[in-house]
Structure formats: C-alpha cells, structure tokens
C-alpha cells in the first residue's frame, strides 16, 4: 500500500466567534517501490461543523479523484492511482489564502493523453456552509460579461507589450537566442483574441483583497519551450468591484461585514445532495463552462462512481434545467428540475420510467 495520511495541520479560521475549524491532512499516494510522491489531496476534518468539511471533501474528490472519497477516502485515492483509465500523473495542492469566510486553495494537476500537461485549477469556497463560490453567486451577468472583456483586454496588453519591447532586435539576434527562426509578433498574433464566449474568467479564486483570475499560456504542448510569457494572472482589487458585487459577494468580502448573506439559488459549481424516488441518496456537481453548457456528473452515495450529465447553462434566473447522460449510452437519463420554494426538484427520466428527484 503505497498511500497513507500525513501533514496534520489545524487551520483556526478565526476572526468570528462562529468561524469555522478545519483541521486539514494529506491523502497521499507515492509511486510504487519509490519515495517520490505521486497524488496529494487535501481531507478536511470539523468537530463543530463537519457539513463543512465533508461538502469541500466531496467538490474535491467528486472534480479530481472522479469519485466520491467514500468511508475510507485513502482507499479511494489508492484506486484511483491504479486505474488503467485514469489520465492524471500527478496531483498536488497548496493553500492560498484563509478568513473566516473564505478558503482558497491551488490544485495542479498533470494529465497525460498523447502528451503530458500540467495546469493549475484555483477554488474557493465558503465556510459558512461548505459551497465553492463561483462567479456567479457574486455578480450579475452583465458584470461578469464586462470582467470577461476587461481581464481579455488586459492580457492582450500584456502580450503587446511584450512583443513591442522585442522590435528592436534583428531576426539574426532572435534566432541566436530561440536557437531557431522565430517572430514574436507571428507568435502571439491569435493569443487573447476571442470574443465569442466567456473563456477569460473560467478560473478564478477569491485572495485577501483582490479577485486572482488564471490563463493558461498561449502556447501549445510543442512549442512551449518558446514561449516566454506563460500563464497569465489578473488580480482585480475587490474594493474596485465593491459596487458590482452581490449582496452575498459583499459579505464574503467586506471584513465588517457579518451577518450572513447566502447566494442566489443555483446548481453552477455547487456539491448538491438529494434523492432520488423514495429514499436513494444521491449527489450531484456540475460546472458551467464559458457561460454556455454544463459538464460534471451525478453520483449515488452509496456507490461513488460518477453518471456524466451535460445541459445548457444559460438559463433564465436559474428556475430550470435540463441535465442528461450521453446520447450514445445504451439507457440514456435525464434529470429535469425546477426551483420551487427554495428548492430544486423534478424528475429523472430513462427508458420510461420516471422517478422524483430532488435536491436539498
């Protein structure tokens, strides 16, 4: 066994008589017959609130393990590791920032395919109840269309700026300093120039003052190794955004701020727990990509694996949706909901039979 449980450190997230405890540990997995580490997620623990801890346990597993961690999360991870399918070749997370309303934490993750990549996925979640924050629990559409430009804007700037500052070498002197023939300008010409989607604000986290958005390079696999610029991080002060913010954006990041707000009902990045008929427990944890479809899954607690669903996540007011598995399974499913009363509820289709559904 080549897993095991390490690094116990107690996060006190104080500042509020109510804060949150989390004492957080490392499910590690190292690779067989060797001490380098191959997979480290982060297990979260509470004495006084653990529908915190679990909710952020399962966004997590549910995202990167693919899987519900189960009673024994070790086991899971240890799976994992050993799955012929699986295309992660290593995992790791740090910490980024922590109040008392707010975890921030930076997974990096390496996938392989015909190629290996590696990329970094921020998160933050809220410690009232465990829900990772999206952008949408804190602005409106239209803000979050603006942002989506300005942060574009920014970056093709940089990218000018940077190519500017290289005119004034000669090609001879490039290409004595790429090893090969090579034109900046040629280089980046398409790199920022999308407008059709919101594909700049995909990955964010909320830092102490400020709102940190992350792109990835220009480049691709093959000719990484000339591009100087790398990732591109946008940090926006959330003093400057104050007036855009929704009333629970608000208090998430206004320090005088404490009485409780909760966000705007919606099933975009949440970790949601429900039923299924009478009495099977279910869990359900989509992501609206771009501002236009849904991709994640559904999971029956007691099994862990995940059902892929996908669904238009361009909705009016977040009242309806319509989630389904892929049309080339063999039985496909659909899950319809509703808000009503608080509450998302509806049914699940397939074959046809139908079942309630609802979630908590």
């Not at 023939?181 to 790199?191: K, Q």
Request: aromatic share 12%.
């Amino acid at each position: 066994m080549k897993g095991y449980l390490s690094g116990v450190a107690l996060l006190l997230l104080s500042g509020y008589a109510t804060a949150t405890q989390l004492e957080i540990k490392s499910i590690e997995y190292r690779y067989p017959g060797s001490t380098e580490m191959q997979y480290r997620v982060p297990w979260f623990s509470s004495t006084d609130n653990p529908k915190v801890a679990k909710r952020i346990n399962d966004y997590i597993f549910a995202s990167f393990i693919n899987q519900l961690p189960g009673n024994t999360p070790q086991a899971t991870v240890n799976q994992f590791a050993k799955s012929a399918m699986n295309p992660t070749a290593n995992l790791d997370y740090t910490v980024e920032y922590r109040d008392a309303k707010i975890l921030t934490l930076n997974m990096f993750i390496e996938g392989c395919g015909a190629y290996c990549e590696s990329y970094n996925v921020p998160i933050s979640f809220d410690l009232a109840g465990g829900a990772a924050i999206t952008l949408n629990d804190l602005f409106s559409r239209a803000t979050i269309a603006e942002l989506n430009t300005r942060i574009r804007k920014k970056i093709r700037g940089q990218i000018d700026t940077f190519v500017t500052a290289h005119n004034s070498q000669t090609p001879e002197q490039i290409k004595e300093e790429k090893g090969e023939d090579f034109n900046y300008a040629e280089f980046y010409a398409s790199c920022a120039t999308y407008t059709d989607g919101l594909y700049y604000i995909d990955k964010f986290s909320l830092q102490k003052d400020h709102l940190a958005f992350l792109n990835g390079r220009c480049s691709n696999h093959a000719i990484r190794a000339l591009d100087e610029l790398g990732d591109f991080t946008t940090k926006i002060p959330t003093a400057e955004l104050q007036n855009r913010l929704t009333p629970y954006g608000q208090y998430l990041t206004t320090a005088k701020s404490t009485t409780p707000v909760s966000p705007a009902p919606g099933i975009d990045g949440k970790v949601m727990y429900g039923t299924l008929g009478k009495s099977m427990r279910i869990v359900l944890k989509v992501d609206c990509k771009y501002g236009d479809f849904f991709e994640g899954a559904y999971f029956y607690q007691k099994f862990g694996a995940p059902i892929e669903l996908t669904g238009k996540c361009d909705t009016a007011d977040n009242q309806h949706y319509e989630l389904k598995t892929s049309a080339a399974e063999q039985t496909q499913e659909k899950i319809t909901l509703e808000l009503k009363d608080g509450v998302y509820q509806g049914l699940w289709e397939s074959n046809g039979k139908t079942l309630p559904v609802r979630f908590e």
